[in-house]
Structures are given as C-alpha cells and as structure tokens.
C-alpha cells in the first residue's frame, strides 16, 4: 500500500490538533470574540454614511447563545425598528480560525514574499467576513425603508446571505480557498 | 474587449491557474445564484426546488430505515424516534457546487474527464451526505447534546474535506489515463 507523503503527513499532524485547539469551546472565548466583534462593527457603524438609521451590534446576553450578536437597525425618522441574530462563530471566528491554523501549520510566512501573502490572504478574509455582515444589514436597511432597494437588489442580497451565512460549509470552505490563493501568491514569481 | 476576455479565458493566455481560479469562482456563483435565488412561491422553481428537497429525504430516509424500524417519510421529514427536516443547505449543495465547479474549472483535462468527474463526483458527495444525515439521526438520538456540534462543524468540515480529497484524487485519476493536456490539444 502507497504511504502518504512525507510533507503531507506532517502538515495533517499539526494541522488537525491546531484545529481542533483553536475550535474548542475555551471558557470565556465565546464571550470575547462576540464582544470584540460587536466593538469593531460598532466602530464601523458608527462611520457617518449620510444614512438615516441607527445600526448597533450587542453581544447577546444569553447563555444558549453566546457567540451570538444582535444586529439591531432604527429608522431615526419613521422609528421602525428591526434586529437579527448573528451567529459570530459561523460568520468569523471559524474562518478566521481555520486560516489561522493553516497559516502555522503551513508556515509560508517566514519568508518575506510568503509573509506578504499571508497578509494579502488574511485581508481577503477579513473582507469576505467584512461582506458576510454587509449583507445581512443592507437586507434590514431595505426592511426598514432606510435604503430603497430593487427586487435584483434584494434577490442578489438573499443569494449572498445564503451562500456565505446559511450553508454550513463554507465558513470552512472560504477559509481554505483563501489559503490556496495565499499558497499561489507565495509561490508566484512577481507577486507580493 | 470580447477577444482579451475570450483569449483569457481559453488555454492560450499561458496562464491557467489565473484561469482556473477566473472560470471556477464564475462557475461557482452561477450555481449558487441558481440553487439559492429566492424564487416566489407557486413557481416551478420553488416547485422543483421543494421536489428535490423531499427526495433527498426519501433517500436518506430509506437508507435510514435498513438501520431503524419505523421510520416515517413525510414530505422533507424524517419522522422516527428522533426527527430531521431537510432544508435548503441539508443537502451539501455547497460542497457539490464547489467540486462540480473546481473539477468543470480545470484546464488540463479533457471535457469527457470533467462532465464524468464533475458527475461522480457530485453523486459521492451524495452518498457522503445520506450517511452523514443517518449519522445525525443517531447523534440527535442518543447524544443529543452533541447534535449542533455534529451539525454545524464536525460535518461541514468532513464534507468539505471530502470534496477537496476527491478533486484530488479525480485529478490524478486524469494524470494517469493520460488526459492531461489533451483539452488544450
């Protein structure tokens, strides 16, 4: 029987227990990563965009659903009001998580053209993450006639949320592509 | 304009991982803009959507019941001593979409390798998925506290893992029957 290669092997060993490590439910991890998140989209929403609502993230206060933040929109001029859930642990930390474990099991970054990549790499996340929240709340936007968007708008908006919030495997799958192309421009002479 | 797009996206720009990753990410929004558009109800999208869905329950549901006595099939439900509904996403489509396109993305085989892979490769991730709803029936079952784990992660990941295992396993299927190089012919 053909034996796996040897570098192969190696990456699995390492990268299996990190992953595991980093998306074990640590005491307290749930509580800071949603708190942390609600801060840095709070900080974003906070940025005056000329719009009349008043978007806030709270950390959920409950202990069924500690990663949970709730995303609430007002209306400042017609007072409706409208607010979601969002599951942070599906939306950011596992694909933040993944990409982390990859990224030391996989050292790349220790050449300079790899680390640069791994920056690139990390950013284009953070972006998809950025997206993945963008969409949910110019969803509630519309809802809340802050932002009148069109029937296209609206179906492209629901095929987005689904695609990248819903199904369960992608919160695994974009953290891996990203780390192909991260991969791809750490091996690609001109790049980075 | 038309002929740079063209020329990028053929075998002749000389750059086939730029293309691979161009056709895979269009392939892929393509079929999940298809598979997820929110059409209205009563059409026959929805229709046929909401078909397939009660399907894929049968299947699991009639794989389920070699295991299990008194399992009953009602529209997308499993009905026994534990109940699963089969929803939009239930049915690793994500998985299947990202295979089907990575495989049709591929710029080294052949069409006959791709449309067989792309196949086969969809009908594993098929049988990946009933035995990791039958899986879940039995989780839900006798460990139900570990039910959302099972669902939301630990299952995600295998499939995903799954998928990109037999992209590489097709790939160097191809790489041995000779096929590579051949679509570029």
């Known amino acids: 029987m053909r034996q796996p290669s040897g570098p192969w092997s190696a990456f699995l060993w390492r ?5 595991v490590a980093v998306l074990c439910p640590w005491p307290g991890l749930a509580r800071g990563f ?3 998140f609600a801060g840095v989209c709070n900080a974003f929403a906070g940025v005056d965009l000329g719009w009349d609502a008043e978007v806030r993230f709270v950390p959920h206060a409950s202990a069924e659903h500690p990663w949970w933040v709730l995303l609430s929109v007002t209306n400042v ?12 642990r599906t939306a950011a930390y596992i694909r933040l998580a993944v990409f982390v474990a990859l990224a030391v099991a996989l050292p790349i970054w220790k050449t300079r053209r790899g680390l640069q990549a791994v920056g690139v790499g990390f950013a284009i996340l953070v972006a998809v993450c950025a997206l993945t929240v963008a969409m949910p709340l110019l969803q509630i936007l519309g809802m809340v006639h802050v932002l009148a968007l069109g029937v296209r708008t609206q179906s492209a908006l629901s095929i987005g949320i689904l695609t990248l919030l819903s199904y369960p495997s992608m919160a695994f799958a974009i953290p891996g592509l990203v780390w192909l192309l991260t991969m791809r421009l750490a091996a690609a002479p001109g790049v980075a | 304009m038309f002929g740079k797009l063209r020329q990028f996206i053929s075998h002749e720009s000389g750059r086939p991982q730029v ?9 892929s929004v393509f079929l999940f803009s298809v598979y997820s558009f929110p059409y209205p109800e009563g059409s026959w999208a929805r229709h046929w959507s909401d078909a397939y869905l009660r399907a894929y329950a049968h299947l699991a549901g009639c794989v389920l019941s070699i295991f299990e006595r008194g399992i009953v099939l009602s529209g997308q439900n499993i009905v026994g001593r534990y109940s699963l509904r089969i929803i939009r996403g239930c049915d690793a489509v994500d998985a299947q979409i990202l295979l089907v396109a990575a495989v049709l993305a ?6 006959r390798w ?18 990791r709803i039958c899986s879940l029936y039995y989780i839900g079952l006798f460990l139900p506290s570990y039910f959302d784990l099972f669902h939301h992660e630990v299952w995600p990941l295998v499939l995903i893992a799954f998928a990109g295992g037999v992209f590489v396993l097709w790939s160097r299927m191809a790489q041995g029957h000779g096929e590579v190089g051949r679509a570029a012919a």
């Open chain 2, 19 to 27: 293309r691979f990753v161009v056709v895979f990410l269009a392939i």
């Open chain 2, 106 to 111: 591929s710029p080294l085989h052949s069409w």
């Open chain 1, 77 to 88: 001029l017609t007072g409706q009001h409208f607010s979601i859930p969002v599951d942070t």
């Open chain 1, 15 to 19: 990268f299996v227990p990190l992953l």
């Open chain 1, 34 to 36: 949603s708190g942390a």
């Open chain 2, 114 to 131: 791709r449309i067989g892979g792309a196949i086969a490769g969809a009908l594993l991730v098929l049988v990946a998925n009933v035995a």
